[in-house]
């Protein structure tokens, strides 16, 4: 039975590995690698060491090059290193070959990422979601999982004992997909139920890619308590309140965090969660402003948006961290009229960018929040005006 429990326990020590090819730089993915560490902080591992290696296209069968490879290996056993992670997806294959070589753990950014949802999944939904996604990531994999049983050579009799698990292996994934979706199906008819008996209130959803703040920005709109830490995918599960400005209701949702490289069944299973993303009347757009790479981040957003059929809402940017942002971007004895000059230019390029639609705050200093909650409400009332002009007391 293929066991889909947690890999990482806490203090293993990890090595990192990253290839340069394509249309990548050696600086992308080095900016890569470091959210692959912070991944892996996050699922209780520390990173010893990263290797990169440029190559013109991925090895078919060990990802990076033999001397490379058996560089790693070296390093592995002088230092005593647990796991080593790959920042691109391997093969069954490739994973099954590379632990041979280095006789340790091996595992991909999607096996990672899908380990870290498992360990936070908390309601039967995310579970679900997170199981599914899982046994489908399993299933091509299976052989390269079994290769230490194969028998070398072919012909007749070189079906050995390992060939008959994988079979057996395959039909046993197979069946969980297909229970797992159908449990699936049964909770998304339940949350489609749910969405609907939530009548004629204009529906806000918060986007955004992990750890930018969404749950804190939450916290303090809605005033509930949803859970907020520095760590990547802190919150897996959508959370709906009913929000009111005044006089002015409206439904407040936090959903799960994009990343980069997301695995496909993953964003697959997760799909009855986003559909508050797809069925929402306007999307906040969270975005980490002190993050060297925050642009590349709002394309990813921006893609995951468009991918999910989302993209042509209503949307307003949220530039979150500002006080983070001024720290790493001024130097304390800059001349204040400058400062403000730069401050000015920065909001001026982005509400050209997206015709008026951003605001710059920062959640956890409370700056400029009064600015953002009166934001809100004219969307909310422009809303409600545009679906009920004959109606008043909704806005």
Same mark, same amino acid.
């Given at each position: ?9 806490h ?22 690698l ?9 699922? /209780? ?33 002088a ?18 070959n ?6 340790v753990r ?5 096996d ?30 299976l ?31 197979k ?9 699936l ?6 949350a489609?139920?749910q969405?609907?008996e939530? /009548?004629t ?14 749950s ?6 809605s005033?509930?308590?949803v ?8 919150t897996l ?44 009347d ?47 971007v ?6 204040g ?17 997206t ?41």
């Amino acid at each position: 039975m293929i066991d889909t429990k947690t890999k990482i326990q806490h203090e293993e020590k990890a090595i990192l590995v990253g290839l340069v090819y394509k249309e990548q730089t050696e600086i992308n993915v080095r900016e890569y690698l470091d959210e692959l560490a912070f991944l892996a902080e996050t699922a /209780g591992a520390v990173t010893v060491k990263t290797f990169i290696q440029k190559l013109p296209n991925p090895d078919s069968k060990t990802f990076v090059g033999k001397g490379k490879l058996e560089e790693i290996r070296e390093y592995v056993q002088a230092k005593g290193i647990s796991i080593v992670i790959f920042d691109d997806e391997l093969t069954g294959s490739q994973i099954g070959n590379i632990s041979d070589r280095l006789c340790v753990r091996v595992i991909d950014r999607s096996d990672l990422i899908l380990d870290i949802f498992a360990s936070r999944a908390k309601t039967a939904q995310a579970k679900v979601q997170v199981e599914l996604a899982q046994y489908q990531y399993i299933l091509p994999r299976l052989k390269g999982m079994w290769k230490h049983l194969e028998r070398q050579g072919g012909g007749i009799g070189s079906r050995g004992p390992g060939e008959t698990e994988i079979e057996t292996d395959r039909r046993i994934v197979k069946d969980k997909i297909a229970l797992l979706r159908k449990r699936l199906g049964e909770i998304d008819r339940q949350a489609v139920t749910q969405r609907q008996e939530r /009548g004629t209130y204009i529906r806000i959803a918060l986007v955004g890619y992990t750890n930018v703040g969404k749950s804190t920005i939450m916290n303090i709109l809605s005033k509930a308590e949803v859970f907020a830490e520095n760590k990547l995918f802190a919150t897996l599960d959508t959370t709906t309140r009913k929000v009111v400005y005044g006089q002015t209701p409206f439904l407040l949702s936090d959903t799960v965090g994009f990343i980069r490289k997301l695995p496909h069944h993953l964003v697959e299973s997760f799909k009855s969660t986003l559909d508050e993303v797809r069925e929402a009347d306007c999307l906040l757009h969270v975005v980490d402003i002190s993050h060297p790479a925050y642009e590349d981040q709002m394309g990813i957003v921006n893609k995951t948006l468009q991918d999910l059929k989302a993209f042509d809402k209503p949307m307003l940017t949220i530039f979150n961290k500002m006080d983070l942002y001024e720290e790493k971007v001024f130097d304390k004895w800059l001349d204040g009229e400058v400062k403000q000059d730069m401050l000015n230019q920065l909001n001026d390029r982005w509400q050209h960018i997206t015709n008026n639609s951003a605001i710059f705050i920062s959640a956890t200093e409370r700056k400029n929040i009064d600015g953002l909650r009166e934001t809100i409400l004219a969307r909310v009332k422009a809303l409600y005006e545009e679906r009920y002009p004959y109606l008043t007391n909704f806005y």
